[in-house]
């Protein structure tokens, strides 16, 4: 059974970092695309990053970019997301989620981990 | 980036009725390989998103042949034949043919 579960989220100051990480499991994760997808409170689903298999591609929203690094390491079937320069507009329930290895869609999601940005 | 826009529902739905979601791309999503990069999700009330359908109108796994996906390059529906409680929840569309991959505002379905 394919499974992937977020850590690492809470409550941090406005120009701090965080680091989420989203352990999987029930598949070869060293084969697979892997992405964060964020929803803020009460609205919709936000693409985050996107790295490929082997690390070779790695994509970013512009609202992230040059603030957040996406990450990977395939030995600890771990998936990390580092995020700098914190803004409140961050606040949200961040999801990790696997590509299909055809398309670019989201096959499976992990259960999303909270990050709260405030004073 | 390609923006994906959804249309909403006459919300609550009876149950039973057939519903039609509509999802429309500012840019043909009608890859050179015959494809669609279109896919839906639906998101349950305090749950995770699960994936319905992917290039267009194919189904994914395990899903409910009460889904079906339809459209042009540009222009997409979602129907589900005679709508039931578990169907409850908020559905997007995303496309998948370019980075920034993108989401629509999502589209609330509540049945009566």
């Known amino acids: 059974e394919v499974q992937l579960v977020e850590s690492g989220g809470g409550l941090v100051q406005p120009g701090r970092s965080l680091k989420l990480s989203c352990l999987a499991s029930?598949?070869?994760?060293?084969?697979?695309?892997m992405n964060w997808i964020r929803q803020a409170p009460g609205k919709g689903l936000e693409w985050v990053a996107s790295?490929?298999?082997?690390?070779?591609?790695?994509y970013y929203a512009d609202t992230v970019k040059g603030r957040f690094t996406i990450s990977r390491d395939n030995a600890k079937n771990t998936l990390y997301l580092q995020m700098t320069s914190l803004r409140s507009e961050d606040t949200a329930l961040y999801y990790c989620a696997r590509i299909g290895t055809i398309a670019a869609f989201f096959d499976y999601w992990g259960q999303g981990v909270m990050v709260t940005v405030s004073s | 980036d390609i923006v994906m826009t959804q249309g909403a529902l006459p919300n609550p739905v009876p149950s039973g009725e057939s519903v039609s979601i509509t999802c429309r791309s500012s840019k043909s999503l009608l890859y050179s390989d015959g494809k669609t990069y279109l896919n839906w999700y639906l998101q349950r009330p305090g749950q995770s998103p699960q994936l319905l359908i992917y290039w267009m109108s194919t189904r994914a796994s395990g899903v409910s042949d009460r889904f079906s996906g339809s459209g042009s390059g540009t222009d997409f529906t979602l129907k589900i034949s005679g709508v039931e409680a578990e169907d409850v929840g908020v559905y997007y569309c995303q496309q998948g043919l370019e980075f920034p991959l993108t989401f629509g505002s999502g589209t609330k379905l509540e049945i009566k």
């Open positions: 029930g598949f070869t994760f060293s084969n697979y695309g």
């Open positions: 790295i490929s298999s082997s690390s070779s591609y790695i």
